[in-house]
């Protein structure tokens, strides 16, 4: 990642995401815009940021890992969101990563200069405790579904998703993920699509060809913020 110095974009994504709104006061000249790429992680799991980071263009996949070394999807992120608040905030070690999931842009606020300006924007504050709110009955609605929903039908609703044109084309790796489960068991059941008829494998695509039976079986609630 890399503050990039682009009056003109920067101007387009503060225009665009309305961000100066969930301010008290005009925070413009406080900011700095920064670009990342695919891959880029923004912040580190046991390691305090030194920006309060906001997302305005690309998408952000939050993740942890258990004892036992497994990786943990948490959630996703697209623009507008803030990206560890809670932690970077009030100094708090993070317990999860950040990691870029596309290209995109961000906005960022120094926090070892702005920090005591930001906690004490009540109206900043009350958008941030909105926003925690909504992310923690987003985790707890997942979680359930995670937990009661079939993979096929947690797949379903995926696939339906991130289609276009009926094509799927995503990484299989992240998906599963994603999906909270193996590599392994998430080809099965592609697998299982498959020879029923109901999707076709063309190298990295699938193609839909029975979108009426996914849109049947996908949980009807789920929701991966994408």
């Not at 100066?20 to 790429?37: A, G, P, Q, T």
């Not at 070690?93 to 290209?103: E, G, H, L, R, S």
Request: with cysteine.
């Amino acid at each position: 990642m890399k503050k990039v110095e682009n009056n003109s974009l920067f101007n387009k994504y503060v225009s665009e995401t309305k961000i100066l709104e969930i301010f008290s006061h005009d925070m413009s000249n406080k900011m700095d815009l920064f670009s990342f790429k695919k891959g880029d992680i923004l912040i580190t799991e046991g390691e305090c940021s030194d920006y309060l980071f906001f997302l305005v263009s690309g998408k952000m996949k939050v993740f942890s890992h258990s004892s036992s070394g497994k990786v943990m999807f948490v959630s996703y992120f697209r623009s507008l969101q803030i990206l560890g608040e809670t932690c970077s905030l009030w100094r708090k070690i993070p317990t999860a990563t950040v990691q870029a999931t596309t290209n995109g842009y961000c906005l960022g606020i120094s926090l070892v200069r702005y920090r005591e300006t930001l906690l004490n924007d009540v109206k900043f504050l009350r958008y941030t405790c909105m926003n925690l709110g909504e992310r923690l009955s987003f985790m707890n609605s997942n979680t359930c579904i995670t937990m009661f929903d079939s993979l096929e039908s947690r797949l379903a609703s995926f696939i339906l998703k991130n289609s276009k044109d009926n094509i799927f084309h995503y990484n299989l790796t992240e998906c599963a993920e994603l999906l909270c489960t193996s590599y392994r068991h998430l080809l099965r059941v592609l697998n299982s699509f498959c020879n029923n008829g109901k999707l076709n494998k063309s190298g990295k695509y699938y193609q839909i060809l029975d979108e009426d039976y996914f849109i049947e079986i996908a949980s009807n609630s789920y929701n991966m913020n994408s």
